[in-house]
């Protein structure tokens, strides 16, 4: 069987083309460090987040991580958006209440904005989905943490209480 020159220098120009591919494909990148031990200044560029807004869980992540954010940068009106948009109006109402009491914003727990959050989730039952969020506070060489328990609504995925974890 003979193959001719034109077949012959498009096999050899394609396995070229799938060697260096393969290559990469099968090395083995060494496991990027938790989301807990890096910070902005440290956290690999490939490193994205994602989420479903079926989840209840990522729908929380979502909220604190767009509520921080605008805290932080002083944006005057999107944190009430913010609370408008994820959060019950029972809980909106008891927060307002807590906030006047506390001096404090209630879905921080706190008077100043953390620099670095986690949301976990803590399983579900009776109709709710359970998460721990955690904010880190302080320096890097001297971080300090807080727990918030957040119980969201399975049905809506409302987040419909916040309290201290």
């Known amino acids: 069987m003979r193959i001719s020159a034109r077949v012959a220098t498009a096999v050899l120009s394609l396995a070229v ?16 460090p938790s989301p807990s031990s ?9 490193v994205v987040r994602g989420g ?4 209840a869980v990522d729908r929380v992540a979502d ?3 767009a ?14 958006q913010l609370r408008a948009h994820y959060l019950t109006r029972d809980l909106q109402r008891r927060l307002a209440g807590w906030e006047q009491a506390n001096h404090a914003d209630g879905v921080l727990r706190a ?31 001297h971080p300090t943490y807080t727990r918030i328990a957040v119980r ?5 995925k409302l987040i419909s209480d916040i309290k201290q974890g």
């Open 17 to 32: 083309a799938i060697v260096p591919c393969t290559a990469q494909a099968t090395a083995r990148p060494t496991a990027p």
């Open 38 to 46: 890096v910070t902005a200044d440290t956290r690999p560029a490939d």
């Open 52 to 55: 479903s807004p079926e989840s």
């Open 63 to 65: 909220f604190y991580g």
């Open 67 to 80: 509520y921080i954010d605008a805290v932080h940068d002083g944006t005057d009106r999107l944190p009430d």
């Open 111 to 141: 008077q100043d904005v953390p620099r670095h959050w986690e949301v976990r989730n803590q399983g579900a039952g009776a109709g709710h989905v359970f998460s721990i969020v955690t904010l880190t506070w302080g320096s890097p060489q």
């Open 152 to 156: 969201s609504d399975l049905r809506t």
